[in-house]
């Protein structure tokens, strides 16, 4: 588990990043869009194998709602709204990224 919290910490980061050029950014860049659906998959994947492997650890609604996203985004990438997208990056993931840097420092050797 540990390496998936450290993988999970490390796409979060990437994903700050790029949210960090802003929304004109991502509204007129193409690839700002894709980068965060591709991004959504990992973090839900990971969030969903955390889940997983310790439901009573891993029991807050955020890390559901991190796999329910991923599931929506792979499976009906054409209906992702673009602004739902951009406020999943700036509000969803940053909560995520707090649990997960709770996680670690808790104990983990990630």
Wanted: charged fraction near 30%.
């Amino acid at each position: 588990m540990d390496r998936w919290l450290g993988d999970l910490r490390d796409t979060l980061a990437r994903a700050a990043d790029l949210a960090d050029r802003g929304r004109d950014a991502f509204d007129v860049d193409p690839a700002l869009p894709l980068a965060f659906e591709a991004l959504s998959n990992r973090i839900g994947d990971l969030s969903k194998r955390l889940a997983h492997a310790d439901e009573a650890r891993f029991s807050h609604p955020v890390w559901r709602q991190a796999a329910r996203n991923r599931d929506f985004v792979v499976h009906h990438y054409d209906r992702v709204d673009r602004d739902l997208l951009w406020r999943t990056v700036i509000t969803a993931f940053p909560e995520l990224a707090a649990r997960v840097q709770a996680e670690i420092g808790s104990g983990g050797h990630v």
